[in-house]
């Protein structure tokens, strides 16, 4: 069986390792765009030797930004920088990649670091948020959702297609759609927050039909020979999770239908009060059941920590690639002590040569 440090092939692209850095929000931009903070942070990401680099959530209109300070594509000036960016990460040796995404109901906030509460409706950097159906996240609070006309659900469907379609110009290889975090496309999908009476509410079918517009939509401008991915909130910690978990599983079936190629396994967080099990590797066992009752390649990440215990996730059969955020932020070489812990061959050949031949031959 394959291990952490072997290939992944998918479509015609070829991971070196199964290492994915994680999409990882940095609230660095202004006006979606790349800046020296953006082009240094993901030079250092791959250059520490990952496989695949997955830049993070890049939104796709700008009221679908979580913050102000969130990258955007939804404009051809938005290309250029994102264009330079690309190519950082494939001379590094990585595979580029991109996640797409709309906040939903989430958008139009301030930083975590800054509270992560809505900004005030005087900032002249404010606006009034969309999502399935006017439900608030907070239940009660005065910052309620406009529920998306139908007009502009099939604006929004285009921008993502549009998007898409900067993403391969820019060069990147590995495209990733964000339906999960309680963002835009998760209101659509939890029946918590889709009250909705017309074609895209009711019925699962119906509540999955966003999603499954958005990949129709993107499949026509996204080459064909390349992965094209989403990540999925497959579960609501609530009082009844095997519910929401069986209907993601049934909705998993039809976006492989419907050409998705990769499941990232992740969160709903569709309402502040789910009783989310943090541990390390919790995620693991639904992302091993979405790989064995879907029959489609998986990753996950939340508390994934040990190189020894990835290994054995992908030894075993339970997923595919694994996904690292702040593990790699805490130290941006960690793949190669990862190599060294597992006794892989040549361990420093995972970074650059002017670090590798010092390392080569450093006991540490």
Known sequence: MPGLFDSYPLKDITLRNRIVASPMCQYQADAGLINDWHKSHYSMLANGGVGLLIV??????PEGRITPGDLGLWSDAHTEGLASVASAIKQAGAVAGIQLGHAGRKAGCTPPWQGGAPLDQQDPNAWIPVAASAVPYVQDSDYVPHEISLEEIQHTINAFKQAARRAAEAGF??????????????????????????????SLANRARFMLDVVEAVKSVWPAHLPLTARLGVIEFDACPEHSFAESLEVIRWLKKAGIDFIDVGLALSTPDEQVPWGPNFMVPYAERVRRESDIPVSTSWMITKASDANDFIQDAKLDLVFFARTLLANPHWVFHAARELNISSPESVLPVPYAYWLKNWAQ
């Open 173 to 202: 290889e590995w495209l990733e759609l964000h339906f999960a975090h309680g963002f835009l496309a998760q209101t659509f999908l939890s029946s918590k927050t889709n009250l909705r009476e017309d074609q895209y509410g009711g």
């Open 56 to 61: 993070e959530a890049t939104a796709v209109l």
